[in-house]
């Protein structure tokens, strides 16, 4: 399969814990976006890597949040101290240089904070 | 900031009838507007775009319609079939300056009735 991966597909904490999310975006692929989706809603942008470099965060970001894309490849999503309200679906997408490229998306993964 | 709102949330047609999801957005300088689809419990897949340069894009049951003027932009799906139920998003590019990151609207769940 050379599309995008995550892993891993299901997460289950307690509160309080931290967790770390892995996306392995399409090889080509120089553009890595992190989405928050929750029930009922739109993908919310995270933030944004152009090669290695985290180029845009979104607000929604706070400080517990934090991503790496060393050497350009895949991308790591932690969240330290988790809270009830982390509890979502973290989508991880890549596209080629451009903007009208289609964004492919990774099938996510799920966070339920206890 | 950038918005892209969506209506309806939800849509129940009969099969074979018409369907039609709005989107409006906020940020002048988006110029490319991609529809995606997403079926319960997988990720959201591209199912048709519109760059600004053009006012309608078709492709066989499914056609979009923008109008730069408004800011506001449409999805067609004509001649419904029980497989196109699922939940549809609209979103517009944003981040102009460097992200070319999509933001986008709340979803319209559509159920096709046979």
């Known amino acids: 399969d050379t599309g995008v991966s995550q892993d891993p597909r299901h997460k289950i904490t307690k509160r309080g814990q931290n967790v770390t999310f892995r996306c392995d975006p399409i090889?080509?692929?120089?553009?890595l976006y992190w989405y928050r989706q929750t029930l009922g809603q739109g993908p919310e942008f995270l933030t944004y890597f152009q090669n290695e470099a985290q180029l845009e965060k979104s607000r929604l970001l706070s400080d517990r949040f934090s991503a790496e894309r060393p050497k350009g490849s895949f991308s790591t999503l932690e969240i330290q101290r988790t809270e009830q309200g982390d509890s979502a679906m973290y989508l991880c997408?890549?596209?080629?240089?451009?903007?009208?490229?289609?964004?492919?998306f990774g099938e996510g993964s799920r966070l339920t904070v206890l | 900031g950038e918005n892209v709102e969506q209506h309806p949330s939800t849509l129940s047609v009969q099969e074979g009838d018409s369907a039609v999801i709005k989107c409006t957005y906020s940020?002048?300088?988006?110029?490319?507007f991609p529809w995606y689809k997403q079926e319960l419990g997988k990720r959201p897949q591209l199912i048709i775009d519109i760059r600004s340069n053009v006012g309608e894009k078709k492709d066989q049951r499914i056609a979009v319609t923008l109008n730069k003027t408004a800011k506001h932009f449409s999805l067609h799906i004509t001649e419904t079939q029980p497989e196109d139920s699922a939940v549809y998003f609209c979103a517009a590019v944003g981040g102009m300056d460097s992200s070319y990151k999509l933001i986008f609207g709340s979803g319209t769940r559509l159920l096709v009735r046979p």
């Open positions: 997408a890549s596209r080629s240089q451009g903007y009208t490229g289609e964004l492919f």
């Open positions: 940020d002048s300088a988006s110029n490319y």
């Open positions: 090889s080509e692929h120089n553009r």
